[in-house]
């Protein structure tokens, strides 16, 4: 801020130049004391200057008795997982009271690196949501796998002199940071020199090893799943991120926790959300809600979805309405069901009545490469048998990203009982990246497919190509239409293209606006209730983390099936102890 501008917001909140514009009669929920304020405030060059009835502005606003709250906050999210780009996310964001979002750019910087920080900051610019970013520590997540790219601590350091950095993203390399590995101890460090806020990924973390967390500076943790996880993170001083995404949903299950007198530990945050369950059933706005059905305070609930995730993050102009702070505000008819009218962003309405009133004319997406680079595979590829009498097999637990751990019994030498009968489907990690295309096999249980075969570039955290099927002629034909689309989700059937959904940003992302996206995945939905059966879960995002070898209790990368609890590899058929 320069001199000048300080000026003129000293004068203005001293009532001795008017302000941009006046809000009158309206009722602010303060979230520092608790209290319900009936009165007037001003807002100046995008900040509010003061509470009080002698404000003069510009222009005036009469809030006719509606509640004032402050602008929500996504406290993790990955823009990525909701396929469309922050231009088209912010769209529906907005219309949910989002008005800032900690992202973490994981899925792109795994693929791209710099590249794909680079864009996804430059993506983010002049929008009616802030994105403040995590910097992504673990390029790639684990030493067992092979992604696109490699960020370092040197590649990393010099973004923390940017504003928009709020620190460094989840550390899932839980093994990196025992062995106290050079690289990652200097991500740490450097993350505490610059005073930032350091994420955990603490899924299947011991007690000690969240002892071993806070004493490295991480403060975070998004993954729990049980009541017990979060009460000893909350012991131990982590800010615990309640989850509910499209695949991890945690709510039901850690909100009892919260009370009046813990409650300031505690945010709402989605990790990673398909744009169409955002824009058709909100995301924090409707954790407030439940907290509030729950038993919490209108106060307390919107306290976790603004003030608390703020504090995290060290915000110090988010999370309130109150002079000093971003005019970043909602506007609810009632507090119980908040019901969001209006949404200001700077003291300028974005958002009024179901309609998005900011201005996305101007606002360009940088050049993007394709990144797709598949090896040809044949039939004799995907020959899966066993020459031990036994096969590892993952099996799957819906609505979580945990999974468990299989052991068939089958004849030696015999083929994978694949079928729809045993609800036992082939699966396969192809690495994309173009550097040596090795292709890892295995297993999944508990899908419920009944024919055909998926394939999708979205594969956490590496982003390999995954593929899930019965037939190998189907599987085939998905895994090569990948290459020609430039990534995305392929379902086929009988050897014929049954939907596709193209991923032209990093296999990750669409170029496609919001409306698009939200009708291409309505027709996915539809395609996918002609190979499953059932579906009471996500399948395609519930795919995307079976390549995710930091969350128990077996997993599969490009370099084959990877035992958590032995943290090895193991062979499909690995003889039995």
Same mark, same amino acid.
């Given at each position: 801020?320069?001199?000048?501008?300080?000026?003129?917001?000293?004068?203005?909140?001293?009532?001795?130049?008017?302000?941009?514009?006046?809000?009158?009669?309206?009722?602010?929920?303060?979230?520092?004391?608790?209290?319900?304020?009936?009165?007037?405030?001003?807002?100046?060059?995008?900040?509010?200057?003061?509470?009080?009835?002698?404000?003069?502005?510009?222009?005036?606003?009469?809030?006719?008795?509606?509640?004032?709250?402050?602008?929500?906050?996504?406290?993790?999210?990955?823009?990525?997982?909701?396929?469309?780009?922050?231009?088209?996310?912010?769209?529906?964001?907005?219309?949910?009271?989002?008005?800032?979002?900690?992202?973490?750019?994981?899925?792109?910087?795994?693929?791209?690196?710099?590249?794909?920080?680079?864009?996804?900051?430059?993506?983010?610019?002049?929008?009616?949501?802030?994105?403040?970013?995590?910097?992504?520590?673990?390029?790639?997540?684990?030493?067992?796998?092979?992604?696109?790219?490699?960020?370092?601590?040197?590649?990393?350091?010099?973004?923390?002199?940017?504003?928009?950095?709020?620190?460094?993203?989840?550390?899932?390399?839980?093994?990196?940071?025992?062995?106290?590995?050079?690289?990652?101890?200097?991500?740490?460090?450097?993350?505490?020199?610059?005073?930032k806020t350091l994420d955990g990924h603490g899924a299947g973390l011991t007690p000690?090893?969240?002892?071993?967390?806070?004493?490295?500076?991480?403060?975070?943790?998004?993954?729990?799943?049980?009541?017990?996880?979060?009460?000893?993170?909350?012991?131990?001083?982590?800010?615990?991120?309640?989850?509910?995404?499209?695949?991890?949903?945690?709510?039901?299950?850690?909100?009892?926790?919260?009370?009046?007198?813990?409650?300031?530990?505690?945010?709402?945050?989605?990790?990673?959300?398909?744009?169409?369950?955002?824009?058709?059933?909100?995301?924090?706005? &409707?954790? !407030?809600?439940?907290?509030?059905?729950?038993? %919490?305070?209108?106060? /307390?609930? #919107?306290?976790?979805?603004? =003030?608390?995730?703020?504090?995290?993050?060290?915000?110090?102009?988010?999370?309130?309405?109150?002079?000093?702070?971003?005019?970043?505000?909602?506007?609810?008819?009632?507090?119980?069901?908040?019901?969001?009218?209006?949404?200001?962003?700077?003291?300028?309405?974005?958002?009024?009545?179901?309609?998005?009133?900011?201005?996305?004319?101007?606002?360009?997406?940088?050049?993007?490469?394709?990144?797709?680079?598949?090896?040809?595979?044949?039939?004799? &590829?995907? !020959?899966?048998?066993?020459?031990?009498?036994? %096969?590892?097999?993952? /099996?799957? #637990?819906?609505?979580?990203? =945990?999974?468990?751990?299989?052991?068939?019994?089958?004849?030696?030498?015999?083929?994978?009982?694949?079928?729809?009968?045993?609800?036992?489907?082939?699966?396969?990690?192809?690495?994309?990246?173009?550097?040596?295309?090795?292709?890892?096999?295995?297993?999944?249980?508990?899908?419920?497919?009944?024919?055909?075969?998926?394939?999708?570039?979205?594969?956490h955290d590496s982003h390999n190509l995954v593929a899930l099927g019965l037939k190998?002629?189907?599987?085939?034909?998905?895994?090569?239409?990948?290459?020609?689309?430039?990534g995305g989700i392929v379902l086929v059937k009988d050897q014929k293209i049954l939907?596709?959904?193209?991923?032209?940003?990093?296999?990750?992302?669409?170029?496609?606006?919001?409306?698009?996206?939200?009708?291409?995945?309505?027709?996915?939905?539809?395609?996918?209730?002609?190979?499953?059966?059932?579906?009471?879960?996500?399948?395609?995002?519930?795919?995307?983390?079976?390549?995710?070898?930091?969350?128990?209790?077996?997993?599969?990368?490009?370099?084959?099936?990877?035992?958590?609890?032995?943290?090895?590899?193991?062979?499909?058929?690995?003889?039995?102890?």
């Amino acid at each position: 801020m320069k001199k000048e501008q300080l000026t003129s917001l000293i004068d203005a909140a001293l009532c001795n130049e008017p302000c941009d514009t006046v809000f009158i009669n309206g009722q602010i929920l303060n979230v520092f004391s608790g209290e319900i304020l009936s009165t007037a405030f001003g807002v100046k060059d995008g900040q509010i200057i003061g509470f009080g009835e002698d404000y003069v502005g510009t222009s005036t606003v009469d809030l006719q008795g509606a509640y004032v709250v402050p602008g929500l906050m996504d406290a993790h999210i990955h823009i990525e997982s909701t396929l469309a780009t922050p231009k088209e996310f912010s769209k529906a964001a907005t219309a949910h009271g989002i008005t800032s979002v900690i992202m973490d750019p994981h899925e792109i910087g795994n693929v791209l690196g710099t590249k794909g920080l680079d864009f996804m900051m430059e993506a983010s610019k002049n929008l009616p949501v802030d994105f403040h970013m995590m910097l992504p520590s673990c390029v790639p997540a684990t030493i067992h796998e092979t992604s696109g790219a490699v960020l370092s601590a040197k590649d990393l350091a010099p973004y923390y002199a940017q504003e928009e950095v709020s620190g460094l993203a989840e550390v899932m390399d839980l093994m990196g940071v025992k062995e106290k590995r050079d690289d990652l101890l200097a991500k740490l460090l450097d993350a505490q020199h610059a005073k930032k806020t350091l994420d955990g990924h603490g899924a299947g973390l011991t007690p000690m090893d969240n002892n071993l967390y806070r004493v490295v500076g991480i403060s975070t943790d998004h993954e729990c799943t049980t009541l017990a996880e979060a009460k000893d993170r909350l012991e131990k001083g982590f800010y615990v991120h309640i989850r509910e995404g499209s695949v991890a949903k945690n709510f039901d299950a850690l909100i009892p926790l919260v009370n009046s007198q813990n409650h300031g530990r505690f945010t709402f945050c989605t990790d990673d959300l398909y744009i169409d369950d955002l824009y058709r059933d909100g995301s924090i706005d &409707d954790m !407030v809600r439940r907290a509030m059905a729950y038993g %919490l305070s209108p106060v /307390e609930a #919107i306290r976790m979805a603004t =003030l608390n995730p703020a504090t995290c993050y060290g915000l110090k102009k988010k999370g309130a309405v109150a002079p000093g702070y971003d005019a970043d505000f909602l506007v609810v008819d009632t507090l119980e069901d908040l019901r969001i009218s209006r949404v200001y962003k700077g003291g300028r309405l974005t958002f009024a009545e179901g309609v998005n009133h900011f201005s996305y004319e101007d606002h360009r997406l940088p050049p993007m490469e394709n990144t797709i680079s598949l090896p040809r595979l044949t039939k004799e &590829d995907l !020959v899966i048998k066993s020459t031990t009498g036994v %096969l590892h097999a993952i /099996e799957i #637990i819906p609505n979580s990203l =945990l999974t468990n751990h299989v052991i068939l019994a089958v004849d030696e030498n015999a083929l994978a009982p694949v079928g729809s009968d045993e609800d036992l489907a082939k699966l396969f990690v192809i690495e994309r990246h173009g550097n040596h295309g090795k292709v890892g096999k295995g297993l999944a249980k508990g899908f419920g497919l009944m024919d055909g075969a998926v394939a999708t570039t979205i594969a956490h955290d590496s982003h390999n190509l995954v593929a899930l099927g019965l037939k190998d002629e189907d599987l085939l034909l998905a895994m090569n239409r990948m290459e020609e689309i430039g990534g995305g989700i392929v379902l086929v059937k009988d050897q014929k293209i049954l939907f596709e959904l193209p991923l032209d940003i990093a296999g990750l992302m669409s170029s496609a606006s919001m409306e698009v996206i939200i009708a291409q995945l309505a027709s996915l939905h539809k395609a996918e209730a002609l190979l499953f059966k059932h579906l009471t879960f996500n399948p395609f995002l519930t795919l995307s983390f079976l390549t995710l070898p930091v969350i128990p209790a077996l997993k599969i990368t490009d370099q084959g099936l990877f035992d958590l609890s032995k943290q090895a590899f193991i062979a499909i058929d690995e003889a039995l102890e």
